[in-house]
Structures are given as structure tokens and as C-alpha cells.
């Protein structure tokens, strides 16, 4: 990739930003390298890798590489079996410290991947699924590997080596007295020694305390020395090693401790000698190891590369473009990285597919410039294995080349005017453009005079369009416009212009070309009218028919555009009615089925009860009967309750319509939280809205909504609302489950949404997964799961752990009404 698109597009700007996201020397440096790809694999497998970065982080936290330095010196003083300094040593051990940091977040990560795999709590509460194991491949599948896996792996980080440097060397100054036996028998000497010289010169402090300047024990040249009087010196027998600025004050090294500092200089020459065999023998330890070292540290660095990547991905809330070889652009909403997040306004463009060729009109100021270098800079980034701050779904191409002639190209010193140096650069272009590459253009043939810059303008235009060259350029002159009107494969855009306020949109409008919008202008700031006029009058006829047609088409467009938001609104409020709909459709068909079940197995029950009860009594009779008649009376009175008992079984199992309220009520007695009794479900139920003009009401009993005739309810004097999961006060019949009192207790307290809005993705998940197996506990249809929008880290993060769980039927993101994507609603199992 040319280095003047480079600059042109600020791609060195934006390395700059990443380049603070990077711990390391060498992960700095490989940012400062970054240079775009045109090997779509490549560019894939840089994208991927950054994509399992954010989604560790997101998962797992941040990893740090802070302390990994370069080496190499130190690695090839190994290589020839030299011994290593105290700092050189530091250094490879801060490298391997953070080698085994990293392998432990992997370890930490499989350990969080493998918590996830057993089986959830709602299935080990629910007696029916206790018996089916989890599906060992589901397992696997949970912890699958990434595309940074195979790095976390290929580190060794030296483990035991690396304790051994820690535990001899305590910083870059000091080595441990028992780094090894001979250090730490001449440490001990050497303190008996000081402490004998120590205790020798209090003696004397205390004897000779009037010959003494100050009563401190000072060193000079390794020397322990007493500061004695300059008026002293023959009094005091001894060795001079210094004196004062002033002579008054001479440091006397005392006679009966010179042997003694003697015998301390060996023991420091010793000393020396056991720390350079201590240094020689932990570099030899390291020595068998320097290609692995090498590899740890090119590892870390391209992670802390990677982490890097993520983290600014992270702070732009980037998301991962789609690559393709067919020379297809189509960025959805993106965001310039280096304007201010405020004030950025989002562009929407795209280009190669029906035309490979945008030509953008409009009046200065109006974000043109701002729309070629968001294309040109998205580009780079992609190919560099950069996520861009776009909406998800935006796509990319892989170009061999693109180039860039924008901003104003006049050089003093080569005496080039603004044309001259834009016309060098397009020379340049001209030259290597072909069908594998990108053109950005901004005012093209601009600084000349307008007819022949036009011509010229169309004249390169129309050679690229030739060449199948993908090509965007901003430009003021109408022929152009014409041009890109006229011309297949060529198409017109416009920043949008709001002349009433005279200030760009900044909206992109792609279909439509753009006007200058000067008279407009001039008007509103106060040029006289008549100038204006005369100004128009100047124009040739073909430019004002133009010019009207343009105006014609905006206008044309605005409406329109409007038209179409109001159908789009209109079309999704239907939507969600009838989406609505069929899920208050289908939670009643449930509920109602369940209600029904219930009522057959108690009745069933209360009969059975009955029968045992008759069948009783009957025996009795039959024990106590005194004569024949006793007899046949009993036996009258069993048959009597069997025909009773067959009766009502064949009532409760036929379909048979329901009879209406004892006591209807009138509508305009109704009001908003009423307790009625549907007779029709023989349920009671709270009112939630007023009967419509047809006599048709919503009402809530538990987790069913469903709407009823007036002429189906009855009010209740006292009462509870009944339903799926509601308590009734009844007692528990016996043979009912404690099964079913958790769902009912479960039903009771459980929200029909949660949201994860402000958790990280560790944080959030168990959350996640402690609520589903509740609601799903609770028979809940369905679960609304709020994530937000962001990065899609958390999103990517909920979508992932829903398909590990098999009593999920389906999700889906939110709708209009719903939360678009910033929710997930989840369908349960039944």
C-alpha cells in the first residue's frame, strides 16, 4: 500500500491511538509496522484473532503484558555460554513472569468454559430430565477452541527456572544470602566482622568522645573511619583515608580496626566472586532454553498485538467488517475514528455492486471530504485486521492498491499551484490504478478554469470507469453530474443541505445529486436580491432547467422519504400486533390446556374419592344387615351413587358448553383492576382494559392475557385471581408433587425479562443462566433478555451460552417496539 494514501487517509493516526493500547516493547513495535494486507486469509485470520480477543476480555478480563522487554542481546550472549548481568536476568524472568500470567488466564478460561458444561439447574430440578446425561460433543463444543488457543498453548513459561531467578536475585541490586552455600558462609562472616569493627568504634566514640567533630561512624573508600579533629591527629593513632572542605575535620581510620576492615575487603572480593557463580550457574540454567525463551517473547508480543487490537476496538465500539473478493463496499452507518464521538455523524455507503463508480455533489462544508476518508480509512484499517466503528452487517473488499488525492496539494517549494500538484498526484494514480484497486478523488479538476477542469474531470472519470476501477470523487460541476446521470455503472450521491438553516446534515444521500445551494445561501446572509437575480439571469438556460430539476428531485425525495418512514412505522406496528397476537394466541391455548388437565385430575380425584367413600358405606350396610330388605336397600342406594358417579364423569370428559355467569355484568360498572370470574374458563382474573364496542375485554389471570365477552363475566365478592402459576389457597391434595409447588412458587416471582445492561460478560452470564432455569421452571412461554447494544460482546456472549441449552426452542433479536438488538427474546421448550 503507497505510503501517500497512508497519510492522505490518516491511517498513522489511528496506529498512534493503538499503539497506547500496547504493553510491550515488542508489541509497540509490531503496531508501528502494521501495514494493510491484500491476502484476503490473512486479513480473515488477523480479524478472527481479534474477535477472540474481545470476546476473552469480555469473558475473562483483561491480560497484561507489561514487563516483556527485548532480549535478543541477552539470548545471543547465551548462545556463546556467556554469563548474564543481575538486570539482564531481571529482564528474561519479567518475560517469563509474563509468559506463565498468560497461560494461567488460558487455564483460568477453560477452567470458566468447563463450569459452564454441566447440566443446568432447571434440568436437575426437573424429575423428568434427570436421567438423560449432557451429551459429551456438547461438552467439547462448549470449550472449542479459538484462534488464539493454539498461541496460549505453544507458550512455555519456564516455571521452575523462572522461581529459581526470583528466589536468588531479590532486585536488580541485591542477590539473596542463600542464593548458594558459599554466598551465604561469606555474608555470615562479613556481618561478624561489621558487627566487631561496630562495636570496637562505640568504645572509642565513648573514650575519645572530645577528639570526635561529631559522634557518627562514617565510611570512606569501603572503610569504616571516625571524623576526629583536625587539631587531634597526633593524639589519635590511626590511618587518614579523608578530610573536610575545611580541613578541620580529618577521617581517621582507627589502627585497632584495620585488620579488621582488611579482613572485610577479602571477604567483599569473595563475596563478589560466589555472586558472579551464583549469576553464571542461573545463566546456565537458561541456556538449554533460548529458543523457547525467543518463542515465549514473539508469542506475547503478537498477543499483546492482538489484546491491543481489541481493547481500541473496544473504545471506537468497533465491530468485525465482512470481507469480500468481488470489490463490494457497503459500510452501514460508520463513524470517522478520529472525529470527536459527539459530534460524528454516522455515513451510510456503498459501492461495486450495481455501480462502481460515486460521484458526491453538494456545498462545502457538508461532510464530502469527511466521505471519502471514512472509505479510505475503513478500508486500511479492514485489510489491517482492524474492526471499524460501523454497525454489524458492513462490508469490505480487498484491494491491491488505493490512492488518495485529498486536501490541498499546492507546494511553495516545488512552485506547484493547487492544480499542478493534484494533477501530479493524478498522473501517479493513472498510471497503477487498475480493476484491483480503490481511487478517491476530492474536487476532482478543481484550481482551473471550470469548463476545461469539467472536461477534464469527465475525461479521467470515464477512464477508470473503463478500467472497472472502484472510484469515488467529490466535485461542484454540474457536467459531472449529468455524466454520472447519463452513464451506466455511474451513480450520483449528495450530502444533504438544510438551506433553512444553513447547515449541513452530514447524511449521505446515494441516487441523488447534490446542488451548490449558493444562491440559497447568499440570500439567506444577506446579499441583496437584485444581485442575485441578475446572478440568475447569467446563468445559461440549460443550467437553470438543471438546477430545477434537481430542486424537483429533492423535494421529491424528501417527501417520499417521509412517506416511506411512515409506512415503515406503520407496517412494523402491525407487525408487533399481530406478533402479539399470536403469542397471547398461543400462551392462552396453554394455559387453558393446563387448566383443564388440572380440573380433570382433581375431579378424577374428588370421584374416585367418592367412590371408595359409597363402596364404604355400602359394605357396611352388607355387615350390618339385620334382614333381606337392609339388603336391597343398600344395593339401591350403591347403584344410585355408581349412575350418579357415571354421570358426572361423562359431564367432565364430553365437551360440553360452558354456562354463562349467574349474575352478568353491565359494562359501565367495569373498572381497571376488577376481580371478575370467567365462566367460560372458570378461572377469576384481574380486568386490564374496558370492554371495547363490540363488549370485548382483556384480562390477566397469572401469566395468560386473553380476551373475553362481557357477556362471559361475573363480578366475585371475594377472591383470588387464579391461573398457571398462581396460588389459589387451596391446600395440597394429596399425590400432588413438590414439583409442583416449586413451578408455582417460581411462577409467582419471576420477571418476564431481565436485564444484563451494565455487567461484564462474566458477571452477566451466571446471571443469565439462573434466570432461564427459573423461568423455564416457572412454564413461561417465552423470556425477554436486555444486553444493550455497545460492542456486541455481551450480545455475542448471550446468543452463545442460548444454544448450549437444550430447553431453548429458539431466539431471535428484538423487533421495532421490542428493543431492536439491544434485546434477545427467548422461546422455551414445551
Avoid: W
Avoid at 494493510?36 to 486469509?41: E, R
Avoid at 501530479?424 to 493513472?430: A, G, K
Amino acid at each position: 500500500m503507497n505510503d501517500k494514501a497512508l497519510n492522505t487517509l490518516e491511517f498513522n493516526k489511528i496506529k498512534e491511538r493503538l499503539e497506547g493500547y500496547a504493553n510491550s516493547q515488542k508489541g509497540k513495535q509490531l503496531v508501528r509496522e502494521l501495514l494493510p494486507s491484500s491476502d484476503l486469509d490473512e486479513i480473515q485470520q488477523s480479524l478472527a484473532e481479534t474477535d477472540a480477543a474481545m470476546l476473552r476480555i469480555g469473558l475473562y478480563g483483561n491480560l497484561s503484558f507489561s514487563g516483556v522487554k527485548d532480549v535478543d542481546g541477552s539470548l545471543k550472549r547465551l548462545d556463546i555460554a556467556a554469563s548474564l548481568s543481575i538486570a539482564e536476568l531481571l529482564q528474561i524472568s519479567g518475560a517469563l513472569t509474563v509468559a506463565g500470567r498468560a497461560k494461567a488466564y488460558a487455564r483460568d478460561s477453560e477452567k470458566s468454559a468447563e463450569k459452564k458444561a454441566p447440566v443446568p439447574r432447571a434440568v436437575r430440578l426437573n424429575a423428568h430430565y434427570t436421567k438423560n446425561q449432557p451429551d459429551p460433543e456438547k461438552l467439547k463444543e462448549q470449550t472449542e477452541d479459538d484462534s488464539l488457543s493454539g498461541y496460549f498453548r505453544d507458550i512455555e513459561p519456564l516455571t521452575q527456572v523462572n522461581k529459581e531467578i526470583l528466589r536468588c536475585i531479590l532486585s536488580e541490586d541485591t542477590v539473596a544470602d542463600d542464593a548458594s552455600a558459599g554466598l551465604l558462609s561469606v555474608r555470615k562472616k562479613k556481618r561478624t566482622l561489621e558487627d566487631r569493627i561496630h562495636s570496637s568504634l562505640n568504645n572509642i566514640l565513648n573514650s575519645s568522645r572530645a577528639m570526635l567533630q561529631d559522634a557518627v561512624i562514617t565510611m570512606r573508600d569501603g572503610r569504616y573511619c571516625l571524623p576526629v579533629k583536625s587539631e587531634y591527629k597526633s593524639s589519635f593513632p590511626g590511618m587518614v583515608h579523608d578530610q573536610s572542605s575545611t580541613g578541620s575535620t580529618l577521617f581517621i581510620e582507627p589502627m585497632s580496626i584495620v585488620k579488621l576492615n582488611n579482613d572485610i575487603k577479602e571477604l567483599e572480593a569473595e563475596e563478589k566472586k560466589e555472586i558472579e557463580k551464583v549469576l553464571e550457574t542461573l545463566s546456565g540454567s537458561l541456556m538449554p532454553y533460548t529458543s523457547v525463551i525467543h518463542n515465549d517473547i514473539e508469542i506475547l508480543a503478537h498477543l499483546d498485538f492482538v489484546f491491543a487490537k481489541a481493547k481500541f476496538a473496544e473504545s471506537i465500539h468497533a465491530t468485525m467488517p465482512i470481507f469480500n473478493d468481488r470489490y463490494y463496499i457497503s459500510i452501514i452507518a460508520g463513524r470517522h475514528p478520529l472525529i470527536d464521538p459527539k459530534k460524528v455523524v454516522p455515513t451510510t455507503v456503498y459501492l461495486g455492486k450495481d455501480f462502481d463508480m460515486l460521484v458526491i455533489t453538494g456545498p462545502n462544508t457538508g461532510g464530502k471530504t469527511v466521505c471519502l476518508k471514512t472509505i479510505g480509512l475503513f478500508q486500511l484499517m479492514g485489510q489491517s485486521g482492524l474492526f471499524i466503528p460501523a454497525a454489524e452487517g458492513s462490508e469490505l473488499a480487498v484491494f491491491e492498491e488505493i490512492f488518495a488525492d485529498i486536501g490541498d496539494e499546492q507546494s511553495i517549494e516545488q512552485s506547484l499551484s493547487t492544480f499542478s500538484a493534484h494533477m501530479t498526484n493524478t498522473v501517479r494514480i493513472l498510471e497503477k490504478a487498475d480493476s484491483h484497486s480503490l481511487c478517491l478523488f476530492d474536487e476532482l479538476g478543481a484550481g482551473t478554469d471550470p469548463t476545461e477542469g469539467a472536461a477534464l474531470a469527465m475525461a479521467i472519470l470515464n477512464f477508470l470507469h473503463n478500467m472497472k476501477t472502484r472510484t469515488v470523487a467529490t466535485t461542484h460541476y454540474a457536467e459531472i453530474k449529468v455524466y454520472a446521470l447519463s452513464t451506466p455503472g455511474v451513480e450520483n450521491a449528495s450530502c444533504e443541505f438544510d438551506v433553512t438553516t444553513l447547515s449541513p446534515t452530514y447524511r449521505l444521500l446515494i441516487g441523488v445529486p447534490g446542488k451548490s445551494n449558493a444562491f440559497a445561501i447568499s440570500s439567506k446572509l444577506g446579499l441583496p436580491s437584485y444581485i442575485i437575480d441578475d446572478a440568475r439571469n447569467r446563468l445559461e438556460q440549460e443550467d437553470v432547467k438543471f438546477e430545477d430539476v434537481i430542486t424537483s428531485l429533492e423535494e421529491s425525495r424528501v417527501t417520499i422519504e417521509r412517506e416511506k418512514q411512515e409506512i415503515e412505522r406503520y407496517k412494523a406496528e402491525i407487525e408487533e400486533y399481530k406478533r402479539r397476537a399470536r403469542e397471547n394466541s398461543r400462551g392462552v391455548e396453554k394455559g387453558r390446556d393446563k387448566l383443564l388437565q388440572k380440573a380433570r385430575e382433581e375431579a378424577a380425584q374428588i370421584l374416585s374419592e367418592a367412590k371408595e367413600t359409597a363402596d364404604s358405606i355400602v359394605k357396611e350396610l352388607r355387615k350390618h344387615e339385620q334382614n333381606g330388605s337392609a339388603t336391597l336397600d343398600a344395593e339401591k342406594t350403591r347403584s344410585t351413587l355408581n349412575r350418579k358417579l357415571r354421570e358426572t364423569q361423562a359431564s367432565l370428559s364430553g365437551i360440553q358448553k360452558q354456562k354463562g355467569p349467574a349474575k352478568p355484568v353491565s359494562a359501565r360498572n367495569l373498572h381497571i383492576g376488577d376481580i371478575v370470574h370467567v365462566a367460560s374458563m372458570n378461572i377469576n382474573a384481574t380486568v386490564s382494559t374496558l370492554p371495547d364496542h363490540k363488549g370485548e375485554l382483556y384480562v390477566t389471570a397469572g401469566i395468560i392475557r386473553t380476551k373475553v365477552s362481557v357477556r362471559d363475566i361475573e363480578f366475585v365478592e371475594s377472591g383470588k385471581v387464579t391461573g398457571p402459576g398462581i396460588d389459589i389457597g387451596s391446600k395440597q391434595k394429596k399425590g400432588s408433587t413438590s414439583g409442583g409447588n416449586i413451578r408455582m412458587q417460581k411462577t409467582l416471582g419471576i420477571s418476564p425479562e431481565i436485564n444484563l445492561i451494565g455487567m461484564t460478560t462474566s458477571e452477566a452470564i451466571p446471571e443469565l443462566q439462573k434466570y432461564l432455569d427459573d423461568a423455564y421452571l416457572a412454564h413461561l412461554p417465552q423470556a425477554r433478555v436486555v444486553h444493550g447494544r455497545g460492542t456486541g460482546a455481551l450480545r455475542k456472549a448471550v446468543h452463545q451460552q442460548l444454544k448450549k441449552l437444550k430447553y431453548v426452542d429458539s431466539f431471535r433479536l428484538g423487533e421495532f417496539g421490542e428493543g431492536q438488538d439491544g434485546v434477545t427474546i427467548v422461546f422455551f421448550k414445551k
